[in-house]
């Protein structure tokens, strides 16, 4: 028989009902989150079950019927909206988005007082990141800019999730661009851009795809890097072609000196041969029109001072 004291049976009851609170708040949680397949979460504006506008919000339209029937000439112009064909309209009765979907293009009907509309401009944008200073991860300071370019994808979540759609996504850039920078060095800044575009890119498309924004392209304009840096790397370039053209220099020399080896050896072994060479120097000398006078000494003249030594 298990026996219960008078502090567990006060305590029982309380942690039972602690237990049912948190179970039927992560069920409310879940529920508010409706998450899609791919795991993203979507707002309860898209939720298919249809919203009442109550007995009032039925007043309240049956007399903006009556008041746009009532005074027809003047209200048709309040009425009558127009919307591009790169543009969509978001449409609120009594603070509802209506339909749940955009209207347009073309033309539609609004109720006045009741009915209030916000354009959405579907074209591409593009804007410029500022120049932000950002310490790579070998700790060196750069200043990088870059241009994105998106569009907005769904006109009800750019309306309804975010007050301002493209101030939210141009901050976002800078601080995205801060982020995947700082985790790369200098020399993947300078080599690598194609592949920190594209992490941007996609960092910023599953940040603002909540906001109905899709980001289509990101580009990085120019890393510049501090003066004593830019020095500091001339100086390491120019010394390095330095290094380059000495070897290059020492290589031609050597291949110089082997070719003279072979023709001195094929030189030795015909005495006349050396003859020929004299009148080839000699006709390369008059071709130049100088004053210059050679006048030959046979080799011949020396060769008994030559057998003395």
Known sequence: ????????????????????????????????????PSGSIQPILHDEEPRSLGFCGWLFIIISIIFTISLLPITIFMCIKIVQEYERAVIFRLGRILDRKPKGPGMFFLLPCTDTMTKVDLRAKSFDIPPQEILTKDSVTVCVDGVVYFRVSDPIMSVANVVNADMSTRLLAQTTLRNVLGTKSLAEVL????????????????????????VERVEIKDVKLPQQLQRAMAAEAEASREARAKVIAAEGEMNASRALKEASMVIAESPSALQL????TLNTIASEKNSTIIFPLPMDMLQPFLTRK
């Open 1 to 36: 028989m298990i026996s219960h004291t008078p502090r567990q049976l006060l305590h029982r009851p309380i942690e039972m009902t602690t237990v049912d609170m948190m179970s039927n708040s992560k069920i409310d949680r879940q529920t508010m989150n409706r998450q899609s």
């Open 191 to 214: 080599s690598d851009r194609e592949s920190i575009s594209h992490n941007m890119q996609i960092s910023l498309d599953e940040a603002t795809h909540p906001w109905g924004i899709k």
């Open 277 to 280: 060479r004299y009148l080839q």
